[in-house]
C-alpha cells in the first residue's frame, strides 16, 4: 500500500506529539491535528491511514537499522530506541483491553 505524501507528513506530526512533546491528552490533539488539517486543507484524512504511516515509519527505521547492525555496523543503542518507539505507537493505536466480568 503506498502512501500519500500527506499521509507521511502528518505521520510524522502526530509521531512527534506521541514520543516527544511531553503533552497530555495525545489522542485529542492528535485528532485536532488531522481535524486542522482537513479544515485548512479541504482534504478527507482518514485517521487510520495516518496511522498505518506512522507504524511503517518506525517499522522501516528499526529494519534499516537492524540491516546496518547485521553487516557489522554500530547502532545496537538505536535499535533498541526504535524498538521502543514502535511500542509506543503499537500501544497508542490499540484499542483498550476490555474486561468482562
Known amino acids: ?21 511531553g503533552l497530555d491528552k495525545i ?3 492528535i485528532q485536532d491535528v488531522l481535524r486542522t488539517y482537513e ?3 479541504g482534504v478527507r484524512v482518514e485517521s487510520e491511514d495516518v496511522y498505518t504511516a506512522m507504524l511503517a515509519h518506525w517499522f522501516c527505521h528499526y529494519w534499516s537499522w537492524r ?8 547502532g545496537q ?12 505507537a503499537l500501544y497508542f493505536l490499540s484499542p483498550p483491553p476490555v474486561f468482562s466480568k
Open 1 to 21: 500500500m503506498a502512501f500519500d505524501p500527506v499521509h507521511v507528513d502528518l505521520a510524522n506530526t502526530c509521531s512527534t506529539l506521541l514520543m516527544w512533546s
Open 27 to 29: 489522542g485529542e490533539r
Open 39 to 41: 479544515k485548512s486543507g
Open 67 to 74: 540491516d546496518r547492525l547485521e553487516g557489522g555496523g554500530f
Open 77 to 88: 543503542d538505536v535499535k533498541e530506541r526504535l524498538c521502543l518507539r514502535i511500542e509506543s
